[in-house]
C-alpha cells in the first residue's frame, strides 16, 4: 500500500460547482497534511495545510481531516477555469523524519 | 512568498557532459529537497539535506549527488549526462521546525540528447 493515495482523475467539474478532491493515507503517526497545486510544466504551490481534525478554511478553498479514518480532503467552491490543474496531497509520516510524502496527483479540469 | 531559485530554467545538453543544477533559497531553511518529476508523473524525492555538511539520498535511485557548503546553496551535479537522466528536476525547501511545509522553486527542465 502507498503512504499517500489520491485518485489520479480527471475529475471534471463546471465552472461554478463544488470540486471535491480525497486523499487517503496510511501512516496513523502522521502530522500535518498538505495540498499542492500544480499547472501543467510548472512546480507544485502550496494552496495549505491542516493538522487539526476538522475543516481549515482559506478563500475558496476546504480542507479537512479526519485522522480517525486517515483520510483529508479539499473542497474547492466557485470553481473557476483557472483552477484546472493537478493537485497534489503530501503528508509528513513519522518514520520519514519529517520529510514529506506526495501523493500522485488527482487532475482536475473545469469546464466554463 | 517563497523565495527560491533555480538556474538554469532548462537546458540542453549531450550524453557525457558534467551538469550542474544550481538550487539558492534566501528564507534561511536548514532543510532542502530535489525531486525528480517527468511530466504526468509523481514527485520523485532524489536528495535532502537536513543542514551544512549534512546530505542523504532519497527514496529513488539517482546517479547525481549533492552538496551543501552554504545554507542557502544546495547545487545537484551529474558527471555524465545520459538520455535518461531527461527530466524536471525541483528544488524544495521547508523549515526545520513543524508543519515542515516545502517551498518549491520554479524547476530545472533538463534534456540530454
Known amino acids: 500500500q502507498k503512504e499517500v493515495e489520491q485518485n489520479s482523475g480527471p475529475l471534471s467539474v463546471p465552472e461554478g460547482a463544488i470540486a471535491s478532491l480525497n486523499c487517503t493515507y496510511s501512516?496513523?503517526?502522521?502530522?500535518?497534511f498538505f495540498w499542492y497545486r500544480q499547472y501543467s510544466g510548472k512546480s507544485p504551490e502550496l494552496i495549505m495545510f491542516?493538522?487539526?481534525?476538522g475543516d481549515k478554511e482559506d478563500g475558496r478553498f476546504t480542507a479537512q481531516l479526519n485522522k480517525a479514518s486517515q483520510y483529508v480532503s479539499l473542497l474547492i467552491r466557485d470553481s473557476q477555469p483557472s483552477d484546472s490543474a493537478t493537485y497534489l496531497c503530501?503528508?509528513?509520516?513519522?518514520?520519514?523524519?519529517?520529510?514529506?510524502?506526495f501523493g500522485a496527483g488527482t487532475i482536475l479540469r473545469v469546464k466554463s | 512568498e517563497a523565495d527560491i531559485y533555480q538556474t538554469p530554467r532548462y537546458l540542453v545538453i549531450g550524453t557525457g557532459k558534467k551538469i550542474t543544477l544550481e538550487c539558492s533559497q534566501t528564507?534561511?531553511?536548514?532543510?532542502m529537497y530535489w525531486y525528480q518529476q517527468d511530466p504526468g508523473m509523481e514527485l520523485h524525492l532524489i536528495h535532502y539535506s537536513y543542514g551544512v555538511n549534512s546530505t542523504e539520498k532519497g527514496d529513488l535511485s539517482s546517479e547525481s549527488t549533492v552538496s551543501r557548503i552554504r545554507t542557502e546553496h544546495f547545487p545537484l551535479t551529474l558527471e555524465s549526462a545520459r538520455p535518461s537522466h531527461t527530466s524536471q528536476y525541483l528544488c524544495?525547501?521547508?523549515?526545520?521546525?513543524?508543519?515542515?511545509?516545502?517551498?518549491f522553486g520554479p524547476g530545472t527542465r533538463l534534456t540530454v540528447t
Open positions: 503530501a503528508v509528513d509520516p513519522m518514520e520519514y523524519g519529517n520529510k514529506l510524502v
Open positions: 524544495a525547501s521547508s523549515e526545520d521546525r513543524a508543519p515542515y511545509e516545502q517551498y
Open positions: 501512516d496513523r503517526g502522521s502530522q500535518s
Open positions: 491542516i493538522y487539526s481534525n
Open positions: 528564507m534561511g531553511h536548514d532543510k
